[in-house]
């Protein structure tokens, strides 16, 4: 194996062992030859570490957490010790076609001003089948296009809705990130949890230009053991909503009143989706409360009102 550090990093932070053998045969089958897979192995159990070791791969750099470090302290740990100037998180139970690597790299290779390359996605079920598109999966574009950073923000914020795809789906300069303290999910002082791939993009696009690839590129699995599923966390993501289009403001999106006010309708529209839940418990009443004053701190006049 070269000493030289590989272009591209894919960064595996593992977890969930049920779907892990598919997410690392997707990043070996990759057509880019020049990339190293990052393996960070958070799970209790020997299953993730005996695949990993199977695959006899000398592209796969297989690390056990020892103690075990959690979400965000383990995808910071995978992009820490990668060495790629080109990073892709893979999620565990996500993945990529074949030519996902390919493509995306030679979009940041031919441009500098871009920060970010990401693509449309699929979702699939449990057994790997396709899912129907929904908000987040339609299409950005129906050819593959360079936009503005701040535009493609714009849009993911006035919508209220992660276009730009989950950790799996976008490709990035190491370069390009700056890193707040010890998680690359903190931003303006907040850890982001739900909406923490979000934070990330964000960050990158406010740098400069973003590619979206019109073809799917990779696959993120939906299934019943997936946190997002809780109620608690499905909360948090609404207060995090707040907090991103707060940061976000402050980082040059949602520059216009009018993107705002769009922004601000969208926000208030998921917390009244929380009404009836609310009616039921006193504590998330209160909590949410609290969300639509954050939300109307947020306007700045008539128009975001």
């Known amino acids: 194996m070269s000493t030289l550090p590989p272009a591209v990093s894919i960064v595996i932070p593992a977890y969930n062992e ?12 990759q057509t880019y030859a020049d990339l190293e897979i990052v393996v960070c192995d958070d799970s209790p159990g020997t299953a993730i570490e005996a695949i990993a070791r199977a695959a006899e791969d000398p592209r796969v750099r297989y ?3 020892q103690p075990r470090r959690g979400f965000a302290a383990n995808f910071t740990h995978g992009f820490d010790i990668s060495r790629g100037r080109l990073v892709k998180f893979l999620n565990d139970d996500d993945r990529l076609a074949p030519r996902c690597v390919e493509i995306l790299a030679a979009v940041l290779d031919a441009n500098p001003a871009v920060t970010l390359a990401t693509s449309r996605r ?24 360079l936009m503005r950073g701040l535009d493609l923000g714009d849009f993911a914020l006035g919508n209220s809705i992660n276009v730009i795809g989950e950790p799996t789906t976008a490709l990035f300069r190491r370069a390009d990130l700056v890193v707040e303290g010890d ?20 960050r990158l696009m406010a740098r400069g230009l973003a590619f979206y690839a019109a073809s799917p590129l990779s696959d993120f699995r939906r299934h019943g053991d997936q946190e997002q599923e809780k109620e608690s966390v499905r909360f948090a993501c609404l ?16 520059a216009s009143p009018g993107h705002l006010a769009v922004a601000l309708r969208a926000l208030r529209s998921r917390g009244e989706a929380w009404r009836e839940a609310a009616a039921r418990d006193p504590t998330l009443d209160s909590a949410l409360a609290a969300f639509f004053a954050d939300v109307a701190s947020l306007g700045t006049g008539p128009d975001a009102l």
């Open 122 to 145: 699929r979702a699939i079920d449990a057994s790997g089948a396709p899912l129907a598109d929904d908000a987040s999966t339609l299409p950005v574009s129906r050819v593959s296009a």
């Open 18 to 29: 049920r779907f892990f053998g598919e997410a690392l045969a997707s990043a070996r089958a």
């Open 63 to 65: 690390e056990r957490n």
């Open 183 to 202: 998680s690359i999910f903190r931003w303006g002082g907040r850890d982001y949890h739900c909406l923490a791939d979000m934070s990330l993009w964000l």
């Open 239 to 254: 207060v995090e909503r707040a907090w991103m289009v707060r940061r976000a403001r402050e980082a040059g999106f949602l």
